[in-house]
């Protein structure tokens, strides 16, 4: 159907938005040739698919032959989003091309931002929120702060189990932090984290049994003592009992990492382990060792203590005991003149040895030996 324009008289079809002669609005709804929805007077869009007027499509229900109908692709945007106001859509009668793309544009521009708000709208937090969420419980994030939860309450900190673990009881900056030596009264109890620095509970190396013991006094990432120092293994008891007084190469551990180390340990005053080899200390001095002074093992061979000649066994306290006076095959064997001047012979009259015996016997003893040597050739 044709109708006459308002503005110029002339006539322009039903399905029209504007007259096509001279540009006046069509004073009632028109289909969008797009997604058919109904467009109101003096609107330049559609207030659903924001199609502006005029673009090619469908023509709606009352089309002619001629006409060309949109992609079935094509749909229109989920009706969650709010249509513009008419009144933002609406051009004057005598606006160009130019002032409908412009009034085009604010028409999105007001769907966008109403989106947002309902977005905005429906994600802001409750302190009820927050205090149903685990990091209430865990962090102390129990204060609604726009979409976010954060600390704002120091009784919301202390309750934290971050409190307790890692000491953090201090609201600061939307969180709770490390603020003092007082925050790391838990950490302390539990891991001799008694110190708070840099924003964080680290070991006390004057509490901490690692350090006293092992010499661990630095702390990890974490603040515990887990880190070797050089002071704190040479102050540890490691280095005075096993000679481990020097950070090791990984920084994990105390070691012996030179003989100075072990020198002053107590392992080489009277073991005679004063060389360090692979971390340990490791023997080296056989006359500190007390092999030499009690067996005659005077000279370190092998990692051992042997003896290699007659003056080794006859300085050694067995030869003085035990008459073991002579050095035979590479170790102190019993002789005559060794037996009849031994403790052993004075006092229980072991004053005998004879070929084949390497030790001091009674006389009946040593006949014994004797027979029963002969029997077994």
Known sequence: MLTGCYHCGKNMPDEVAVCPHCGAPHRKSVPCRVCQAEIPPGASACPQCLSP????????????PGSVR?????????????????????????????GKLIAMVVAVAVVLVGAVGAVVALTRHTDADCRRQAACAQRGLCTASGQACVASSAADCRASE?????????????RCAVASDADCEGPCEKGFRCLAREGRCVCDPGRAYACKELGLCGADTKGYCTVATADGCKASKACAERGQCS????????????DADCAGAQPCA??????AKDGQCVLSDCKRAGDCALRGGCTLRDGKCVP???????????????GLCGFSEGRCVATGAGCKASDGCRDKGECFTGAGVDRCMTRSALDDALRGAKAGH
């Open 53 to 64: 007027l005029g673009m090619r499509g469908s023509v709606g229900p009352s089309s002619g």
């Open 70 to 98: 949109a992609p079935a692709a094509v749909a229109a945007p989920s009706s969650e989003v709010p249509p513009a106001p008419a009144a933002a859509l609406a051009v004057p009668a005598s606006a160009g091309r130019k």
């Open 162 to 174: 971050g409190c307790q673990k890692d000491g953090e009881c201090t609201p600061k900056d939307g």
């Open 247 to 258: 950070p090791s190469p990984k920084g994990d551990a105390c070691w012996a990492a030179s």
């Open 270 to 275: 009277t073991s005679g382990k004063c060389a």
């Open 308 to 322: 290699t000649r007659v003056e080794d066994c006859a300085g050694a306290a067995w030869c003085k005991n035990m």
